[in-house]
């Protein structure tokens, strides 16, 4: 028996550590060993669920199985919150935390001896993960950063009226005035989510329509 249990650990680890490759790959928040960890210990808490007890109850005394195992719902829901983000009106993070939250999934279905559901499922997030990324990528839209600076308030927002008329949509954005001897100028940071399709070439011809409008970032 203790040989099953090893097995289903190290198949638990191995599919937790894959889906945490491709997030450790794409940068984001829980990587490899965090996705190992989880996949990791949900199915150590499955095993104890299941088989924890079994030399000190016996006769009428019954467990329910799942009495453990159910609470690693909710933990790995307390992981997943730790990855979302909430900066400057964008949310972050909630793909990550629901990759967290499937992977616990996934280990409770190897602590189960569920070897098959817990493949597919591995097999099933990363097509997800991967396919909608390359697609994304291909025909989707992109958050980019457009810092520029104007003379004027005016100017400022009178970018900011015509970039919503141009199918591009403004999701944030943060203005600053610097005050010198001779004069003030104001700077904005905007959070733009825009087509992919050459997107730097549409932007900086746009800007150039506006008379005093200097680009100091574009990423």
């Known amino acids: 028996m203790n040989e099953a249990f090893i097995i289903r650990i190290l198949l638990a680890a191995l599919l937790g550590g894959a889906i945490g490759i491709e997030r450790e790959y794409r940068a984001k928040e829980a990587g490899f060993r965090t996705h190992f960890l989880v996949g ?18 016996g006769g009428v005394v019954r467990l329910d199985p799942s009495r453990i195992a159910s609470q690693v719902v909710s933990g790995s829901g307390f992981i997943g919150a730790g990855c979302i983000i909430f900066q400057r009106h964008v949310v972050r993070g ?53 810092t520029f600076s104007a003379p004027t308030r005016e100017g400022i927002r009178e970018v900011l009226d015509s970039i919503g008329r141009e199918h591009t949509e403004v999701l944030a954005y943060e203005m600053k005035t610097h005050r010198s001897q001779d004069a003030e100028t104001y700077t904005a940071t905007v959070r733009l989510k825009v087509k992919r399709n050459h997107y730097q070439s549409r ?15 574009l990423e």
């Open 94 to 146: 909630l793909t990550t935390a629901a990759g967290l939250w499937v992977t616990s999934a996934i280990g409770l279905a190897c602590g189960s001896g569920l070897y098959l559901l817990a493949t597919v499922s591995t097999v099933l997030v990363l097509l997800c993960l991967e396919g909608v990324s390359i697609l994304h990528n291909r025909f989707g839209a992109k958050q980019i950063s457009l």
């Open 203 to 217: 932007i900086m011809s746009f800007m150039t329509e506006f008379d005093g409008i200097t680009i100091d970032n």
């Open 40 to 57: 990791l210990g949900a199915a150590i808490f499955m095993i104890l669920s299941k088989y924890g007890y079994e030399d000190v109850v």
